[in-house]
């Protein structure tokens, strides 16, 4: 559950950038790109910062 409210958490941070950017005057296939790129990176964090501990530990 705690990876769903990072991500959700996560999705309107990158709503907030994307929204920034269009304001800025960037290209939208820059935003899209950008958007992308951080999505994975979200992800790939929220996933190592949610998993749970290794029991043999």
């Known amino acids: 559950m705690s990876f769903a409210i990072y ?14 950017l269009v304001t800025a005057g960037v290209p939208q296939l820059y935003v899209a790109i950008a958007i992308v790129i951080l999505l994975g990176l ?9 998993r749970g501990k290794d029991p043999s530990h």
Do not use: K, Q
């Open 7 to 20: 991500l959700i958490g996560y999705l309107i941070f990158l709503g907030g950038i994307a929204w920034a």
């Open 42 to 50: 979200g992800i790939f964090t929220g996933a190592a910062r949610t």
